[in-house]
């Protein structure tokens, strides 16, 4: 596990920590998702209690992690991506919906090495609403420690 590392935009790895704003939604989960990641194991979902961060629920999606072949079952979509989106994706697999090759890539990555990413600014190209980019940061869970079962992400839309 390599919570330093980041995914880029083209791929390339980066520091997260380098990219990840020191204050704000993003940041703040990240600090909880590394202080849960002990022993060089990954945090699980059972990890988390909600109570805990009320405040980031709304801009939080779970996706579960499927295999052979390998997609991506979203399991929670806050309140804040759903106004975003214009609609609620709960229970959908990620290949059912348009317009996001760039997404389904970066959950695949995030699935594959196990390494957390952060990304701001990136061109709003899934959804019809009136944002024009938005930040995410992605987060990998695995219930044994090892393998990545779910895909924690916060989204914050400008």
């Known amino acids: 596990m390599q919570p330093e590392a980041s995914l880029g935009a083209e791929g390339s790895n980066k520091s ?3 990219e990840l704003p020191e204050a704000g939604l993003h940041a703040e989960l990240y600090r909880l998702w590394s202080s849960k990641c ?3 194991r990954l945090a699980g979902r059972r990890d988390f209690d909600p109570l805990e961060m ?3 629920l709304p801009h939080l999606t779970l ?3 499927e295999r052979d072949p390998l997609r991506f079952r979203i399991r ?3 309140t804040a991506i759903v106004a975003a989106m214009g609609r609620d994706t709960t229970g959908l697999y990620l290949d059912q919906l348009e317009r996001i090759e760039s997404v389904a890539e970066r959950a695949r990555q995030l699935t594959l090495d196990k390494t957390p990413f952060y990304l701001a600014g990136l061109p709003l190209t899934w959804t019809h609403r009136d944002y ?3 930040s995410v940061l992605g987060l990998p ?3 044994d420690g090892e393998t990545v079962d779910m895909l924690l992400y916060s989204m914050i839309f400008t």
């Open 16 to 18: 997260l920590l380098a």
């Open 54 to 56: 009320p405040q980031l």
């Open 63 to 65: 996706f579960d992690v």
């Open 76 to 78: 929670l979509v806050g």
């Open 132 to 134: 024009r980019t938005y």
């Open 38 to 40: 002990r022993g060089g």
């Open 141 to 143: 869970l695995a219930s």
